[in-house]
């Protein structure tokens, strides 16, 4: 998961740096007023999306697998957990009515 979060975020940085050439060389539009950083972070978001999206496929299926298996155990943790405690609610009740 770290591995992808990395990949993503060098593409972002990659795209970033490519828009900032690009307003400051004049070929890509400035912001209005003080707002050029932001300016160049939208559109750099914009870009890195998609190919974030096509470029990571295979990574982020890996990352997917992970995750799930990770739900996947702490359900079964749950459930045993849950296990545990009726268990040891229906031997207290049985004492319970013993005594």
């Known amino acids: 998961m770290l591995r992808y979060t990395l990949m993503r975020l060098g593409i972002f940085v ?3 740096l490519v828009v900032w050439g690009l307003v400051y060389s004049g070929i ?3 912001g209005l007023g003080n707002s050029n950083g932001l300016w160049i972070a ?3 978001l914009v870009i890195s999306a998609p190919i974030s999206f096509v470029a990571l496929r295979k990574e982020r299926d890996r990352a997917s697998v992970q995750v799930a298996a ?3 155990r702490m359900k079964a943790n749950i ?3 849950a296990g545990a405690e009726d268990l040891a609610d229906d ?3 049985a ?3 013993a005594s």
């Open 14 to 16: 990659g795209c970033f």
């Open 28 to 30: 890509a539009p400035r």
């Open 42 to 44: 939208l559109l750099a």
């Open 70 to 72: 990770r739900v996947d």
């Open 79 to 81: 459930e045993a957990n």
């Open 91 to 93: 031997r207290a009740r």
């Open 95 to 97: 004492q319970s009515q």
